[in-house]
């Protein structure tokens, strides 16, 4: 048990709560100093942080693109020390989604209004009361169908090359990199 008195199936909602509101407080009692996320690959640089300030930094780039972002849970099983996780990513994509490798712009996707509804599973690694890490199986191929991108819609397909071109897509990855970083940050200035 943690401060908060939550055991590993609380911990599982508790962090998956934090990436639908950007929760600093909640992210400070769920998830360890040590954290690490181990599919911050594709994620803005602050998203491969230790600790909390990952989460927080996870948040700000999912929410970016995806509007009314929700996270409910299906289904949870595990022990003290890890805990399998069956959710569904569902929201609408009215921002860039912007995806990196290697701390650079990969692909950004322009908003499409498109819903999702994916279902993911996630394995979260627990001690001492804490998440201290994450791995998923997503189905991203899934959500970049629902968005358009693969297979390729032409209209889709079009939109990201014009966004490649004209720089938008540099500037969606420049802007959402900042508000990772800020996310991230406004959690240390608070306990400075």
Known sequence: MNAMGTDATELAHGLFRILETGDPALAVDVVGEDFHNREAVVSPPACSLPGPTAVLASSAWLRFAFTDLRLPVIGVV?????????????????????????????????????????????VLDIRDGKVVGHEAVRDDLTMLGRLGVFPPAPATALSMLAWRVTGRAARAAAHVTAEAAEAAALLRDNRS
């Open 78 to 122: 595990g022990n003290d020390d890890q805990v399998w996780v069956r959710l569904r990513m569902q929201g609408r994509h009215t921002g860039p989604f912007v995806r990196f490798r290697d701390g650079a712009l990969d692909q950004a996707i322009p908003p499409t209004g498109r819903e999702i509804d994916i279902e993911q599973i996630h």
